[in-house]
C-alpha cells in the first residue's frame, strides 16, 4: 500500500503531535498524519492553514510517497463505530484516537477523513515496533498552484 504526506520535513518522526492536537490525537505524543491520495493530503492540509496572504505560505510543499508492507497489520476506526456527529466532536476523537496511540496494538490506524467523505486518513504511531515496515519512498518537492493559494486568500464573501 502506498501513503502520501504533506509536510515541511522528509521524515515520519510525527515531532508536530508532540506541541500540538490534532483530529485524532492531544498533544504530546509523536504522530503522523498520511492520506489514501496525493489530493487527500493536500486538502486536509490546506483546512487547516491560516493565512492572510499568499506571503505567507512557502513557494513549495514536500510531498513524501510512503510504502506500508503488505503484511503490516492496520487498526480502523470505521466511521459507522463513531458518533453521528463525530466531526465536530474534537475531544470524541482525540480520544479515542489516543487511546489507539497508548494502547500500542499497531503502528497505523485507518480513521474516516472529516474533509471528504468515501476517503480515509492514516494515523502512524512513529514510535511503535512495526514502524520498520514503513519507509518514505520518494520525496517531491511540489510548487504550490497559485489558483489554490487564491482561493485561500480571497475575501470572505468574495465569489469570484
Not at 54 to 69: E, K, M, N, Q
Not at 83 to 108: C, F, H, I, M, V
Not at 147 to 155: C, E, G, S, V, W
Request: aromatic fraction near 6%.
Amino acid at each position: 500500500m502506498v501513503l502520501w504526506r504533506i509536510s515541511n520535513y522528509a521524515d515520519l518522526k510525527g515531532v508536530g503531535g508532540l506541541r500540538a492536537p490534532g483530529r485524532w490525537h492531544v498533544a504530546g505524543r509523536p504522530v503522523v498524519y498520511l492520506a489514501e491520495h496525493p489530493a487527500g493530503a493536500l486538502l486536509e492540509t490546506l483546512v487547516h492553514q491560516e493565512i492572510q496572504s499568499s506571503a505567507d505560505l512557502p513557494d513549495t510543499y514536500r510531498l513524501l510517497r510512503v510504502a506500508v508492507g503488505d503484511r503490516l497489520a492496520i487498526a480502523e476506526l470505521s466511521e459507522s463505530a463513531l458518533p453521528e456527529n463525530w466531526r465536530e466532536d474534537a475531544p470524541y476523537t482525540q480520544s479515542a484516537g489516543s487511546e489507539w496511540l497508548e494502547g500500542g496494538s499497531t503502528a497505523l490506524l485507518k480513521v474516516p477523513s472529516a474533509v471528504m467523505p468515501f476517503s480515509y486518513n492514516y494515523i502512524l504511531n512513529p514510535v511503535h515496533a512495526d514502524v520498520v515496515g514503513i519507509k518514505i519512498e520518494t520525496v517531491i518537492d511540489v510548487r504550490h498552484d497559485p489558483r489554490i493559494l487564491r482561493l485561500l486568500t480571497r475575501p470572505r464573501g468574495d465569489n469570484r
